[in-house]
């Protein structure tokens, strides 16, 4: 289909784009790579005023070592992500989630401020942001610096987050998890798809113990899940298939995942504890 017809604004700072966000508030949307909105336009399942593009906003680009933590901008692509040596050795697990998402085309275009906006439960990167305690920085107009929200309070329900109407998601700041072993196991039926579910395990292992561990779970929920009560349980364990396998199957546990034509909630109640297991394994591991 073709979208319905709207106007398009680039500006070059924050400040017009909250400026442009505030003065047509609900009829306005952000776009950095497009790859969530533009599906959203060609459907009609919104039919915007004005598009306010921030791609060339030059200070929302870039990767950044804040000393304990590093800084990705709204406008930095996952593609980007992926050629990060920072990113590769500090965020291991997002570094290996970013490079399940989709293709190449898509990776060179979309972004993972705009994938956290977007609040997609079976998009691939809300989890192990989550898993990796990020705050997201949100700006508003006339206000002096970002608020910073924690990703365990930034996303709110299905396709909702705690970024209220003209404001803007400017970066994501992630603890550096240097050291630790990561896995994101993605279950899909064909290639490139949408997560039927995700598990994104980061482990800190000393001497073949698990001494911390870190579980996030895509499309599980009306949003990105973490799994407190395993990650508890895992802490002491030695890593063996046979120490953590009772633990890994209660992943699922207390979660309200979707039934639809790829799965029914039992059924992915039960791949949660079987690929958690496998994550947790793989993470174990290095």
């Known amino acids: 289909m073709i979208p319905a017809p709207f106007d398009y604004a680039?500006?070059?700072?924050?400040?017009e784009a909250l400026t442009l966000l505030s003065e047509h508030g609900d009829e306005a949307k952000v776009m950095a790579g497009?790859?969530?909105?533009?599906?959203?336009?060609?459907?009609?399942?919104?039919?915007?005023?004005l598009v306010v593009d921030i791609s060339r906003i030059e200070s929302l680009k870039g990767i950044d070592d804040t000393g304990d933590a590093i800084r990705i901008g709204a406008a930095t692509t996952y593609q980007e992500v992926l050629d990060s040596d920072l990113v590769r050795e500090h965020l291991g697990l997002l570094h290996k989630a970013v490079s399940e998402i989709a293709d190449p085309q898509i990776r060179h275009r979309g972004t993972v401020c705009g994938a956290l906006a977007h609040a997609d439960p079976a998009g691939d990167v809300g989890a192990p942001v989550l898993a990796l305690d990020a705050t997201m920085e949100v700006q508003s107009r006339g206000v002096v610096g970002p608020r910073q929200v924690a990703a365990a309070d930034f996303f709110v329900d299905l396709f909702e987050t705690a970024v209220g109407d003209g404001e803007l998601l400017t970066a994501v700041t992630i603890p550096k998890h240097t050291g630790w072993g990561s896995h994101y196991e993605k279950f899909v039926r064909v290639s490139h798809q949408w997560a039927i579910i995700g598990i994104a395990?980061?482990?800190?292992?000393?001497?073949?113990?698990?001494?911390?561990?870190?579980?996030?779970?895509?499309?599980?929920?009306?949003?990105?899940?973490?799994?407190?009560?395993?990650?508890?349980?895992?802490a002491g364990q030695p890593a063996t298939e046979e120490a953590i396998g009772e633990i890994c199957a209660r992943a699922g546990e207390g979660t309200e995942p979707p039934s639809d034509l790829n799965g029914?909630?039992?059924?992915?109640?039960h791949l949660a504890g079987v690929l958690t297991r496998r994550a947790v394994l793989a993470a174990a591991g290095g």
């Open 264 to 269: 029914q909630a039992d059924y992915r109640r």
């Open 10 to 15: 680039a500006p070059a700072t924050v400040e």
């Open 201 to 234: 395990a980061a482990v800190r292992s000393e001497g073949g113990v698990i001494a911390e561990a870190r579980v996030g779970m895509t499309n599980m929920g009306s949003k990105p899940l973490r799994a407190p009560g395993v990650e508890a349980a895992l």
């Open 34 to 49: 497009g790859q969530s909105l533009l599906p959203v336009l060609r459907m009609r399942l919104n039919a915007p005023e």
